[in-house]
């Protein structure tokens, strides 16, 4: 794969988890990144990484919340200022929401969960659109999960919130791809990190079984019978960024062991 480099990218939630490794790849593949997230020490160690690890593209950290239709206008304008303008979008910030059946579930948390997961989506595509048009080749990614199409009990808002990006971005990919522009899903499952063990311990509390039999049933029903890394998740997004995949848009790509196949 060649890396084109032909601007620079605009990653959300990229303080910690897969949004770091996604920001610190991208870097390494040669794109300048900005780097959106809520703690700038985590941003700042970020950026140290960058430049230990001699990567060819550099990080920019961006200090913002990512629900903020203001920071995200201001986020897009710092990227469109760097060498090439804003090349690519990839909508990662989000959160794991309540773990508690629909029935228990306040307004509140369903709001918070979807505010965050899906109508910031639709506010950062709707602050990038005119740039990543203008240029006729731009790339939108947006990070999804699986948990959409293999339901966990208790996570209906994330699960709905997920799921939905693939409406917006199948719709979005329609609008916008006589302009050039590219519009795709990458839905990860069984991610390893912080958030998948804390997954594990919140569905063994519901369900009344120990982690360790939640987390032999995951993965017991992977094709792989193993997790999924962040690199793994990372090479997709860094791919569909490239110009060998022009032609791919509206897609909804699982990364999930096996585990979901469809």
Same mark, same amino acid.
């Given at each position: ?35 959106? !997230? ?28 990512? *629900? ?16 090439? !303008?804003?090349?690519? +979008?990839?909508? #990662? ?20 969960? =979807? ?10 595509? &709707? ?15 947006? =990070? ?9 009990? !208790? &996570? ?18 329609? /609008? ?17 990190? $912080? ?9 063994? !509390?519901? *369900? ?6 939640? &987390? ?5 029903? @992977?094709?792989?019978? *193993?997790? +999924? ?14 110009? /060998?995949?022009?032609?791919? @848009?509206?897609? $909804?790509? #699982? +990364? ?7």
């Amino acid at each position: 794969m060649t890396a084109p480099r032909p601007g620079s990218v605009l990653v959300t939630g990229a303080g910690s988890g897969l949004g770091r490794h996604l920001a610190l790849q991208l870097a390494e593949a040669g794109y300048d990144v900005v780097a959106l !997230g809520r703690k700038a020490p985590a941003l700042a160690t970020l950026a140290d990484a960058a430049a230990e690890a001699r990567a060819s593209g550099t990080i920019q950290p961006f200090v913002g919340d990512a *629900r903020d239709a203001d920071a995200l206008a201001d986020a897009v304008a710092e990227a469109g200022a760097l060498p090439g !303008g804003l090349y690519a +979008v990839i909508a #990662n910030a989000g959160i794991a929401g309540p773990t508690k059946p629909l029935a228990e579930l306040s307004d509140a948390e369903w709001d918070e969960t =979807i505010d965050t997961n899906l109508a910031a989506v639709f506010r950062l595509c &709707r602050a990038a659109l005119p740039a990543l048009t203008a240029r006729a080749a731009g790339r939108i990614v947006l =990070i999804g999960s699986a948990t959409g199409k293999r339901p966990l009990p !208790g &996570r209906t808002p994330y699960a709905t919130s997920k799921l939905a990006l693939v409406g917006l971005a199948r719709t979005l990919a329609v /609008e916008v791809g006589r302009a050039g522009t590219t519009v795709n899903v990458v839905s990860p499952f069984l991610l390893e990190g $912080d958030r998948l063990e804390s997954v594990i311990e919140l569905q063994a !509390g519901l *369900r009344g079984l120990a982690p360790e039999e939640v &987390r032999a049933e995951l993965f017991g029903e @992977t094709a792989l019978g *193993r997790p +999924v890394t962040p690199g793994e998740v990372a090479s997709l997004v860094a791919y569909l960024l490239a110009e /060998e995949a022009g032609s791919l @848009t509206g897609q $909804d790509f #699982n +990364v999930s062991a096996g585990s979901v196949m469809y």
